[in-house]
């Protein structure tokens, strides 16, 4: 399939991007093969690398979140998604949150002008025997790639469902139902924020729970990730954890009563125009014109024009700990490494940091040297030692959190200042280990 020395890549989501980058600028080939547009997926759609399908965040920017630290290793590490998030940035108070389709153009085109990155828009059905591989299929994996993947890891596949948050016009909304303003007034006023009063908000969740759900093949077995649960999943475990969840009205004051409201359902600017919001956190599995009767029960939608509605799909991942190690390869076959969400780690920033990984060490693979691990106390390290080392009965996906790192060796109670030595030994460490790597140190 590919020449000798050459990396193949199956799959030009997040990871398979960021692995094809990483490679390719330090001097080696890359066969990247992408299904799409021959054959596309119930969540896609369009043919371009690292579309982003349920929502067009990469969460906070700010240093003392653990999303933050791992952003910024990223960019210390010359991160082709990060770079391209950075170009493509749209307002979202200190959350970084980019123009989705802007966003997959130029990552594209940036993959698409590298002359070592040979483009190959083909399905792939099993893995590559021979050679160098990284399998970045993303959570939709198609079914006869699924089979063998599955044949390999001898475990078969572990399945949580996931859900796509609604998009709506900007034009449709009425503002003067809602109000402008960012969680505790930090950044700008990016979100649109539609106050519910208790009984509007009882009512809608009575909506919801009443609300008729498309059908679930396979949900008595699997379930839902907990970091992404749909909405009218959360109304089930009780009235007020919407209140608690991303209706939460916490750090917002109402400037027309200058009281805090009872709920709060937040819009996010979804593209650079600010002609389509989406809203924050809905996610769900209702049947589309339920979703267009709840929804527009929402202060400010009620003449909505939906340009998306919610959906769910099945995401697949493998037991990682039972069969990769912290480098991301696999335990019984060294030169295959999978990366992104099949490879057990959540979320769009964790995906990416995977790929940087697994392309880090396949390149020094490709040069005859042997794979490394992150230090455990950086962000991307503890990604790599938590999808390696939990625990095989029980293993879900995780997103980056400072849970993750070790703890430190004198420990500092005040919260606040505990993150800012963790950020401090993360990146002092990552410096380290950078210095000790050629190219690594020095990005092009």
């Known amino acids: 399939m590919s020449s000798s020395g050459t990396v193949q890549i199956i799959g030009a989501g997040l990871a398979g991007s960021e692995a094809a980058w990483q490679i390719a600028r330090r001097g080696h080939r890359v066969d990247l093969f992408e299904m799409r547009p021959v054959r596309t997926t119930a969540a896609h759609r369009t043919a371009d690398f690292a579309e982003l399908v349920c929502s067009n965040t990469f969460k906070s920017d700010s240093l003392d979140t653990a999303t933050g630290l791992l952003k910024e290793e990223m960019r210390r590490c010359d991160s082709l998604i990060l770079r391209v998030a950075d170009a493509t940035r749209i307002p979202a108070g200190t959350a970084l949150a980019v123009d989705r389709e802007r966003f997959a153009t130029e990552v594209t085109r940036a993959?698409?002008?590298?002359?070592?990155?040979?483009?190959?828009?083909?399905?792939?059905?099993?893995?590559?025997?021979?050679?160098?591989?990284?399998?970045?299929?993303?959570?939709?994996?198609?079914?006869?790639?699924?089979?063998?993947?599955?044949?390999?890891?001898?475990r078969g596949y572990l399945y949580f469902f996931d859900a796509v948050s609604p998009i709506v016009e900007a034009d449709s909304i009425d503002l003067s139902k809602v109000f402008r303003a960012s969680r505790y007034g930090k950044g700008d006023e990016d979100y649109l924020n539609c106050p519910m009063d208790e009984p509007t908000y009882e009512r809608f969740v009575d909506a919801i729970l009443a609300g008729s759900t498309a059908p679930r093949h396979e949900f008595d077995t699997t379930g839902f990730f907990e970091g992404c649960l749909p909405i009218e999943e959360m109304a089930r475990r009780g009235r007020?954890?919407?209140?608690?969840?991303?209706?939460?009205?916490?750090?917002?004051?109402?400037?027309?009563?200058?009281?805090?409201?009872?709920?709060v359902v937040q819009l996010r600017q979804d593209n650079a125009a600010a002609e389509h919001f989406n809203i924050v956190g809905f996610q769900n599995s209702l049947r589309w014109g339920e979703q267009e009767r709840i929804f527009r029960m929402i202060p400010g939608l009620e003449q909505a024009s939906f340009v998306r509605l919610g959906m769910i799909h099945r995401n697949s991942y493998i037991n990682a700990p039972?069969?990769?190690?912290?480098?991301?390869?696999?335990?019984?076959?060294?030169?295959?490494?999978?990366?992104?969400?099949?490879?057990g780690v959540e979320g769009y920033l964790e995906s990416a940091a995977s790929g940087l990984m697994a392309g880090i060490n396949a390149t020094r693979l490709a040069e005859g040297q042997p794979a490394v691990s992150f230090p455990p106390t950086t962000a991307l390290?503890?990604?790599?030692?938590?999808?390696?080392?939990?625990?095989?009965?029980?293993?879900?996906?995780?997103?980056?959190?400072?849970?993750?790192?070790?703890?430190?060796?004198?420990?500092?109670?005040?919260?606040?200042?505990?993150?800012?030595?963790?950020?401090?030994?993360?990146?002092?460490?990552?410096?380290?280990?950078?210095?000790?790597?050629?190219p690594i140190a020095a990005p092009r």
């Open 240 to 263: 007020d954890t919407l209140r608690f969840g991303p209706l939460k009205p916490v750090g917002l004051v109402d400037p027309r009563t200058g009281k805090r409201p009872h709920a």
């Open 381 to 438: 390290g503890c990604l790599g030692r938590y999808i390696s080392a939990a625990d095989v009965k029980d293993y879900q996906p995780t997103n980056m959190a400072f849970g993750l790192l070790p703890p430190l060796a004198i420990p500092v109670r005040d919260k606040r200042a505990r993150r800012e030595v963790l950020v401090r030994r993360a990146l002092d460490d990552l410096g380290t280990f950078r210095g000790t790597l050629d």
């Open 322 to 343: 039972a069969i990769l190690m912290s480098t991301f390869q696999a335990r019984k076959r060294s030169d295959l490494f999978f990366a992104g969400q099949v490879s």
């Open 111 to 154: 993959l698409e002008s590298q002359p070592l990155i040979q483009i190959h828009r083909q399905e792939v059905e099993v893995i590559p025997k021979q050679g160098i591989v990284i399998v970045a299929t993303g959570p939709l994996v198609s079914e006869s790639l699924s089979s063998d993947i599955a044949r390999f890891t001898g």
